[in-house]
């Protein structure tokens, strides 16, 4: 045993239950390779998560691609890795030093660290032999080089050789010459591994099968795929990280799944604009002539699209808006994930206005409220936004396959047909006839002579007759009013699990805090501490967040934003005492962690001086 790993080679075997870490740089292929992991792992039945720590420039800048496999399902961000693959030089010392006792670090061969640790087991590698030896044509060379790192730990690991093998065809979609020569590069390290070092850690992977009937899909991907089964016939966008690829996903899957079957002709229309403000623009008319019609942004993009939601909910165009939210303000961090856009999403734009806004907890979450939002902003004749983040939204996370009933049909809500006019039916605009602050509407072309109406952002009366009157403008004020109580019975009903025991705390959370919010309740129960959880859904609050929330002497509001943008909503739509909303907030850019979420709220119970209900009856 080589005495910098003395004591590594007789540790127990730790196995399906460690995390990696690849250090690499941006732009040099090394997604291609980890790709190639996670889905070779997952393929192994064995529970698995990737997260991706990118830059925001094109190429240069260090990245890190963290994968958690877990026996036990668990999917978030976990603090601290036990294997590092060091193929960055410029970071390789900061990383070997953030690595645990005991931990594995495999590095090319011509990689000195100035300060070298005897508790890490070290695994070098004769890289770029590797790859001269591979035949690649150089040009090549620096992106294939990554599949060293592939065959190094599929061979220290027992990783599924098969498996890795079947992920490059995936990815290359059976092309035979990259197949071929990734695939070569993998084994050919594999096999220099094996004849050159003893394995001398505790770490491995066995089969499971803890990921049948599971798929791993990015949240942008479900997404498009839920915008295109929820009828969309229209996207008009402009390019900005990280939504771009929700964009680029339906632009991909939408003549499969909108074209004409008989001719192949598009039944669809997808423009990339010039601005975020003409992308928005085009919606609403789209959206305005019948069609469903969303664009996908982030921040900045909401930010300037202000005027045009507003307009959208003044004059009650029913559009979707997907925002993959990312680190503000300004450009912020725009390759970290936060959830930052509540408030300005909640009541865009200027006046009293209020949207429906939907939290998707993963990819079929996606999928199934992305569907849903078209059906969400028929019925209520409103703009609808679907919030993602970076983190659903360019992460590959495991989830339940997407189930769609053939049979289901659009909910286009209040729209009055050319029979109903002929018949006599008075139709106002702007008029609330059932109750529900809901006006009917029809599309353009209905009739020759009947229905006509003057869109527009200024007031009107329920006739859509323009009107300066103060008593039309407050009519149609209360009553777009009432119309988003109506929305709080149609938008997704809240999650709540309740703690195994009975408790005076509750936590609430939404969105991508969903897997670290698990992991930390059952941390917390192993502590003692027992909390009741409820996963907001969606916008307008539900009757039962507030309810959950009179039932709890305390409550914890747990999100990625610096201001408390969900507990601002708690407190302003709830009328809540503030005391009573505790704060968890974390804002790095990373994704959250269970052990941030339990440790934070047993620091605030600490502090508050409030006592578990079990050891509140012991004592």
Same mark, same amino acid.
């Given at each position: 045993? @080589? ?18 870490? #690849?250090?690499?740089? %941006? ?17 192994? /039945? ?5 997260? +991706? *720590? ?18 036990? /399902? ?36 011509? $990689? ?7 508790? =890490? ?29 592939? /065959? ?29 020569? %990734?695939?070569?590069? #993998? ?5 220099? =591994? ?21 798929? *791993? ?24 990280? @990280? ?89 912020? $961090? ?33 999928? &199934? ?17 679907? *919030? ?39 139709? /106002? ?9 809901? @006006? ?20 009107? +009366? ?23 109580? &109506?929305?709080?019975? *149609? ?21 991508? &805090? ?40 305390? =409550? ?15 407190? &302003? ?10 704060? #968890? ?31 509140? #009856?012991?004592?």
């Amino acid at each position: 045993v @080589p005495p910098q790993d003395a004591g590594q080679h007789d540790r127990p075997a730790i196995v399906n239950d460690f995390s990696i870490v #690849v250090a690499t740089v %941006n732009g040099s292929g090394s997604q291609t390779a980890n790709n190639t992991l996670i889905r070779a792992i997952f393929k192994m /039945g064995i529970p698995v998560s990737g997260k +991706n *720590l990118f830059p925001s420039n094109i190429q240069g800048l260090p990245t890190w691609y963290t994968i958690r496999v877990s026996k036990d /399902g668990y999917t978030a961000r976990r603090e601290g890795t036990e294997i590092l693959v060091a193929f960055n030089p410029k970071t390789a010392e900061e990383d070997l030093a953030a690595l645990p006792p005991g931990g594995v670090c495999i590095h090319p061969d011509d $990689m000195k660290f100035a300060q070298p640790r005897a508790d =890490v087991a070290f695994y070098p590698l004769p890289v770029k032999e590797l790859v001269k030896a591979s035949g690649v044509e150089p040009k090549l060379r620096d992106y294939i080089a990554n599949m060293a790192y592939v /065959g190094a730990l599929a061979e220290l690991l027992g990783i599924d050789f098969g498996q890795i093998r079947a992920a490059i065809s995936r990815h290359f979609k059976g092309k035979p010459k990259p197949v071929e020569s %990734n695939y070569a590069l #993998v084994t050919a390290a594999a096999e220099w =591994v094996r004849a050159n070092h003893t394995k001398r850690d505790p770490f491995g992977v066995a089969p499971l099968d803890k990921t049948d009937g599971m798929i *791993l899909i990015d949240g942008n991907t479900a997404g498009a795929l839920g915008a295109l089964v929820g009828g969309v016939t229209v996207l008009a966008w402009y390019p900005i990280t @990280p939504s771009t690829s929700l964009a680029d996903a339906l632009t991909e899957y939408a003549p499969l799944l909108r074209g004409d079957e008989e001719s192949g002709a598009a039944t669809y229309a997808i423009v990339q604009a010039e601005d975020e403000l003409a992308s928005i623009g085009m919606v609403i008319g789209a959206a305005w002539n019948g069609a469903r019609a969303f664009t996908a942004t982030s921040g900045p993009g909401i930010s300037l699209m202000q005027e045009f939601f507003g307009l959208a909910y003044f004059a009650e165009v029913p559009v979707v808006v997907f925002n993959v939210q990312r680190g503000g303000p300004s450009t912020g $961090m725009p390759t970290r994930t936060q959830q930052s856009d509540l408030i300005s999403c909640a009541y865009a734009s200027h006046g009293d206005t209020k949207h429906v806004l939907l939290f998707p907890e993963d990819p079929y979450e996606c999928f &199934t409220l992305g569907a849903q939002a078209f059906d969400l902003a028929d019925r209520l004749q409103t703009p609808v936004f679907v *919030l993602l983040d970076l983190d659903i939204g360019m992460n590959d996370r495991l989830c339940h396959p997407f189930d769609w009933d053939d049979s289901r049909r659009y909910d286009r809500g209040k729209v009055m047909t050319a029979g109903m006019l002929d018949a006599g039916k008075n139709f /106002g605009r702007y008029l609330d006839v059932d109750g529900d602050g809901i @006006p009917w509407r029809t599309i353009p072309g209905t009739h020759p002579t009947k229905g006509a109406f003057f869109s527009r952002g200024t007031t009107r +009366n329920a006739y859509a007759k323009y009107s300066e009157a103060g008593t039309d403008y407050i009519y149609n004020m209360e009553r777009l009013r009432h119309k988003l109580e &109506t929305a709080k019975k *149609l938008v997704p009903a809240p999650v709540i699990k309740p703690a195994s025991q009975a408790t005076r705390f509750g936590a609430i959370y939404y969105g991508s &805090t969903s897997p670290a919010m698990a992991e930390a309740s059952a941390l917390l129960e192993a502590k003692g501490v027992h909390v009741d959880t409820l996963r907001v859904r969606g916008f307008p609050f539900a009757d039962e967040v507030i309810d959950f929330i009179d039932q709890h002497e305390v =409550v914890f509001v747990v999100e990625q934003n610096e201001s408390g943008q969900l507990r601002m909503l708690l407190l &302003t739509e709830g009328e809540i005492d503030p005391k009573k909303l505790i704060r #968890v907030l974390h804002y790095d850019g990373t994704p959250i962690t269970a052990r941030f979420i339990s440790g934070r709220i047993a620091d605030a119970l600490s502090e508050h001086k409030v006592t578990p209900l079990r050891k509140q #009856v012991a004592s």
